[in-house]
């Protein structure tokens, strides 16, 4: 893997001169609301935040966004139906390992069982710049979740902050290597390697799992009516927060919008997430998980054993976020965890 060396000055020259191109629409971590961080499009690099903790979303919401057209068709004709494609050029900078960890299972996820067109297309244009943190943040245990190389399965570069004004860069892809072309990137000497290596795991996690994530399949086996899921579930508003920040949560319902004259319609899918009340209910009114509790097990449940089991990677990253937007303070896989194997989960 080549790895190159580039000012942060030359860095954000590089990337106004993305935007300036228009050739790409260009994403990046800006300050939403006063320390709440967002990926958002970029006018310029004046808003561009690589000093950010964490997003309140991931990069998810542009390759799975929380409404994406499938199909448009006129009523009364079956073979009217025409696929939507969005067929955009991205260029997504900043993503932490954990996010990127996620779209690796988006891929891993979205070719399962049969090709998704809609998602192979957007994926197929979209380039993406990963980033090591560069500021801690009291709710991240990433490194409890994935392996470090994980987040090398989607990258096109790797930035490193070597904690001077400059950073490092891995291309990981010729598309990588291709965007670079151009750019004041220059090789790296083995000092500034060595720095880069070092400077990966500068920050810290503050929260860890309580045990090793190989462990967990065994550790959850047989613990399916565990009494934190019915304490925490007696807490719990079923509101959702925690899977619709969560960066792995690839589930949606399908949808149908007719124009008010009734002759056109476009059918789309929406999130949609398994802590929600009606999410396991089918026809004739039945609902697999009735309760709080029943949800939150299934939740714990596909995120630490299932998703692993069926795609190879872990369905959580560690990112916290989670936590963070429970509203009833109940969701911290790292407590649920730690509540099954007896040591009430806690910080690193």
């Known amino acids: 893997m080549e790895i190159v060396r580039i000012t942060k000055r030359h860095f954000l020259t590089f990337v106004d001169g993305l935007i300036g191109e228009r050739r790409f629409k260009v994403i990046g971590p800006v300050d939403a609301l006063g320390g709440r961080y967002s990926f958002e499009p970029l006018d310029a690099t004046a808003s561009l935040r690589l000093d950010y903790d964490e997003t309140s979303l991931s ?146 996690d503050e929260v860890a799992l309580p045990i090793d994530r190989l462990n967990l399949p065994a550790a959850l086996a047989g613990q399916e009516r565990h009494a934190t899921f019915k304490t925490r579930g007696d807490k719990c508003f079923s509101c959702g927060s925690c899977v619709q920040v969560c960066p792995t949560c690839i589930c949606f319902d399908v949808r149908d919008k007719v ?13 949609d997430g398994c802590t929600l009340q009606n999410f396991a209910t089918v026809a004739g009114g039945h609902n697999f998980r009735k309760t709080p509790a029943d949800r939150l097990q299934h939740r714990l449940f596909r995120k630490t054993v299932y998703m692993k089991e069926r795609y190879g990677i872990t369905g959580c990253v560690g990112c916290g976020r989670c936590t963070r937007a429970c509203t009833a303070d109940i969701a911290s896989i790292v407590e649920m965890v730690g509540d099954i194997v007896g040591t009430g989960g806690g910080h690193a």
């Not at 965007?179 to 790296?188: C, F, I, K, P």
Request: charged share 25%; aromatic share 8%.
């Open 259 to 271: 124009d008010l004259t009734l002759n056109t319609g476009i059918r789309y899918r929406t999130w």
């Open 59 to 204: 990069p998810r919401k542009f390759l799975l966004p929380p409404r994406d057209p499938l199909l448009t068709y006129t009523t009364g004709d079956p073979e009217s139906y025409m696929p939507v494609f969005d067929n955009r050029l991205r260029c997504i900078i900043g993503i932490h390992p954990g996010d990127l960890t996620a779209i690796a299972l988006y891929d891993k996820a979205y070719a399962a069982d049969g090709v998704d067109d809609q998602y192979r297309v957007r994926r197929r244009n979209t380039l993406l710049i990963g980033l090591y943190p560069t500021r801690a943040w009291k709710y991240r245990f990433t490194s409890s979740m994935i392996d470090p190389v994980d987040c090398y399965r989607t990258a096109d570069l790797m930035m490193v902050d070597l904690g001077d004004d400059s950073l490092a860069l891995e291309i990981v892809t010729e598309a990588g290597r291709t965007l670079l072309a151009g750019s004041e990137a220059h090789s790296a000497d083995q000092a500034t390697i060595e720095t880069m290596n070092a400077r990966k795991n500068a920050i810290p």
